[in-house]
């Protein structure tokens, strides 16, 4: 490669570096005050491009005037900023003091929600805008055509750099939105209205959303992708340069643009006789420089590590889940009975949906070791569900026996797990949260591309349980031993010493290391049995659905075994069951009665997190026991 | 490239510098309409021959309008062309239902269903080995004719159309096409032999 051509890539990437600071920007900004992760930030950005393409239409077409484009940017910003204003008011402010898992969530609703309404409005064809008049050509620089519009994004970045550094540094909002990010109590003691704040800072965060996703539009058109595929990259620049740091976000913008663009220039390249197809790796790569980052600097470059975790009050999502009664026992025995005799009912859609629910039910609850007991929100869970549905695969497709194949997927599954916790056990919090989806996200695209091995987008079929157990009825009967041992095992592990140790250490890390508990330990132990329980469930998956694809392990399963957990309820001893029941069942009649069917979901995440933090469980042990105190 | 995450500018510039003597691609949907933006802009097209496979489907097409890359050899669906009497009652049945036209995803659903629903009848049951049988060398009329399920490794014979992208009233269009019947391009069967050993 030539110097010229290296400097035409690097201009490549900083051009995209730039508009991937802008949306960060408003991520961090957000972040910095209220501590919210924002996952509809993407949301805001696909609206951003979705409305700038409508008025730029309706304008162009109106006043034929060449700054068409421009003001309908402004209005797209403008737009954007406001419906921002309207969820922090609506749902976010209720939400400031729940726990962060509560919160992530409840913006993942907000996608799904937008995802739909956008749909809905602006339809499924992808709109590409005009080109903007007096940008819409090439220049010619070392000796190469670079588009005008690229270099007017060049630009736009450190603009937006220094502009946001004035309003924090010399103006008056500055100092209150510094002051706010430094102690909010102290802030709120001397008279500062919290409240308006947070609706101005998270209206700015969604003003620049909106801005970039408007200032896209020339380069690629607006489409109902646009939300995850940028959402994905503004975690990482937020993360990689320090949750709430603005230049931060800058410079990691920067090394992310450039390193993509370095990795698509350099082509295939051969170290030590392995061939590595550089642009493949584009996928991953801002995963990868994350998480090496984070494992040195475990706030990012320019973040400060958060304060240590004091000894909290429990809330009660978490309160400590009762041992199990005779009660339980007997309900447990009853349900049983229930899903022994229901192949007797001859509805075979019955089967098929309860072997998926049993499936969810077991992954929920290995979610739940984790996040719910462990304190450690997890965001790539399904990684462990995914290398356990494909280690049983590819040893079905090498004619392993199936026993073998049964037992190598938590055997995989967990040596992932505790390799991911021996690396990342420093980290904790938001960074923990960040790491997993990161990990997640690079086992995903290792499925996704090795064709060689994982079958790459195609996956895995041709994989099927022994004649044995190989009619429904009989499989059924299988993955019910199956799920219910595991469910049982996990109930009994939450109230060994072990367990009450690994809660012990979620609520009050301080006091559980100076009673002598070793809290990393118990940390890297849980996500082993995590993982293994993943395992196990993606292995059952596999067999159940007669092969293995990528999705396994994407982001929306993951997100998925999250919804369950807090719609069954954290702290009931049920719940991963409910949780799964409800909302497989929810799914699929949601599915096949409008084609809507992610806003019906999200809508339930929504409703779950703001009305019902309790979760079904949560009715039937909190609520209900109430409501008969009351009528009495 | 990752599907859905091209960076165009970077790869654009990295064919460039590959001079390459045509371009062979099947990106489509957002990628496609990047690419083709950005190459035009940093003349990577200009007396090149591009050969992109879907790129004449009316799903990637449309988003396009003017801008659709004239001379590009794709495979596509010509929906408003293609006036064989299969195809018409299909095009006529659909506008009236939806009142919007066919894209080619409308047409790969409809045979899909049609092709289930033709197995189903043709096993008389919903058991797996009599859906199996039944499926070999399964003939289903679709809006493209009518097509066979190859005993032998299972593929459909359903074909594409074959033509360049054109501009026809500030609209990307197919020109020049013609319907490549999928028997006559499937692999033959001894080859299919050799890569689908029996086990």
Redesign the interface.
């Known amino acids: 490669m030539s110097a010229a051509s290296l400097a035409v890539q690097l201009l490549n990437g900083l051009a995209s570096a730039s508009s991937l600071f802008v949306v960060s920007a408003g991520l961090t900004l957000i972040f910095g005050v209220t501590r919210i992760v924002n996952f509809a930030h993407g949301s805001l950005y696909m609206i951003g491009a979705y409305v700038a393409y409508s008025a730029g239409t309706a304008l162009g077409a109106y006043a034929d005037s060449p700054l068409a484009f421009w003001w309908a940017a402004l209005l797209a910003a403008v737009a954007v900023g406001c419906i921002g204003a309207l969820i922090e008011r609506l749902l976010l402010r209720r939400l400031y003091a729940a726990p962060e898992l509560l919160q992530l969530t409840a913006t993942f609703g907000v996608v799904l929600v937008v995802r739909d309404a956008t749909l809905a409005l602006f339809g499924a064809e992808d709109r590409l805008g005009p080109r903007v008049e007096g940008l819409d050509g090439a220049v010619r620089l070392f000796g190469s055509a670079i588009p005008q519009y690229d270099l007017f994004l060049l630009v736009v970045g450190p603009v937006v750099l220094i502009a946001l550094t004035v309003l924090m540094q010399r103006t008056r909002f500055g100092l209150i939105v510094r002051a706010a990010s430094e102690n909010r109590i102290l802030a709120g003691a001397l008279g500062i209205d919290e409240r308006r704040l947070f609706t101005v800072v998270f209206a700015l965060g969604a003003f620049l959303a909106g801005l970039t996703g408007a200032l896209t539009l020339p380069r690629e058109p607006a489409n109902l992708g646009m939300d995850l595929a940028v959402i994905a990259d503004a975690f990482v620049v937020t993360v990689l340069g320090g949750l709430g740091s603005i230049p931060g976000a800058f410079v990691a913008a920067i090394i992310i643009g450039i390193t993509k663009a370095l990795c698509i220039a350099a082509g295939n390249v051969t170290i030590a006789g392995a061939t590595i197809a550089m642009p493949k790796i584009t996928l991953v790569i801002e995963f990868i420089v994350m998480a090496l980052v984070l494992l040195v600097r475990p706030s990012g470059l320019f973040g400060t590590p958060p304060a240590p975790p004091a000894t909290t009050t429990v809330p009660l999502e978490r309160a400590l889940i009762a041992r199990p009664t005779q009660r339980h026992v007997l309900a447990a025995v009853v349900l049983l009975a229930f899903a022994a005799l229901l192949p007797l009912a001859g509805d075979a859609y019955a089967l098929v949906l309860s072997i998926d629910i049993l499936i969810a039910a077991l992954f929920t609850a290995s979610l739940r070791l984790i996040s719910g007991f462990g304190g450690i929100t997890s965001f790539g869970h399904a990684a462990y569900f995914g290398i356990g549905a494909y280690a049983s695969a590819l040893a079905a497709a090498h004619h392993y026996p199936f026993v073998a194949a049964l037992v190598l997927a938590p055997a995989a599954a967990s040596v992932a797990a505790l390799a991911f916790g021996a690396l990342c056990v420093r980290l904790s919090g938001i960074y923990l949260a960040m790491l997993t989806l990161a990990f997640a996200q690079i086992v995903w695209s290792i499925a996704l591309q090795w064709d060689a091995v994982t079958g790459g987008s195609n996956g895995i079929a041709g994989v099927w349980p022994p004649d044995a157990i190989a009619s429904r009825t009989h499989f059924y009967y299988f993955v019910l031993c199956i799920v219910a041992m595991g469910l049982s095992a996990l109930v009994v592990i939450a109230f060994t010493p072990f367990g009450y140790a690994l809660r012990g250490s979620r609520d009050s890390p301080l006091r559980a290391l100076a009673s002598g508990i070793d809290v990393r330990a118990r940390r890297i132990k849980a996500l082993a049995l995590a993982g293994g329980f993943a395992g196990l469930a993606g292995s059952l998956y596999a067999y159940s659905k007669g092969g293995v694809a990528p999705d396994a392990l994407a982001i929306p399963r993951s997100v998925d075994a999250l919804v369950m957990m807090l719609l069954g309820g954290q702290n009931a001893l049920f719940g991963p069951l409910l949780g799964a029941a409800a909302f497989t069942w929810l799914q699929d009649a949601l599915a096949r009665a409008t084609e809507y069917w992610r806003a019906g979901v999200g809508v339930v995440i929504l409703l779950i997190v703001s009305v019902f933090p309790l979760g079904i469980g949560g009715i039937a042990t909190h609520w209900l026991p109430r409501l008969v105190r009351g009528w009495r | 490239?990752?599907?859905?995450?091209i960076?165009?500018?970077?790869?654009v510039?990295?064919l460039?510098?590959?001079h390459p003597d045509a371009i062979f691609s099947s990106l489509f949907?957002?990628d496609l309409?990047?690419f083709v933006?950005?190459g035009q802009?940093?003349?990577l097209f200009k007396d090149r021959p591009v050969f992109n496979l879907l790129g004449g489907e009316p799903?990637?097409l449309?988003?396009?309008?003017d801008?659709a890359p004239v001379g590009w050899f794709v495979t596509g669906y010509p929906w408003y062309a293609i006036d064989t009497p299969e195809h018409q009652r299909f095009r006529d049945a659909y506008q009236k239902k939806f009142n919007d036209y066919p894209r080619l995803g409308s047409v790969v659903g409809y045979s899909a269903v049609k092709t289930a629903a033709a197995a189903l009848q043709r096993a008389g049951s919903t058991d797996t080995d009599k859906l199996v049988a039944a499926m070999q060398d399964l003939r289903v009329d679709t809006p493209f004719g009518a097509v066979t399920y190859r005993a032998l490794d299972h593929q459909s014979t359903m074909g594409a159309y074959v033509g360049r992208i054109g501009v026809h009233d500030g609209k990307g269009v197919m020109v020049d096409w013609r319907y490549a019947d999928g028997k006559d391009y499937l692999p033959p069967d001894d080859v299919v032999r050799r890569l689908r050993p029996a086990d």
């Open positions: 490239m990752p599907l859905g995450k960076e165009p500018g970077a790869v510039q990295a460039l510098d590959a949907g957002p309409a990047r933006r950005e802009l940093r003349g799903e990637y449309d988003p396009l309008k801008e």
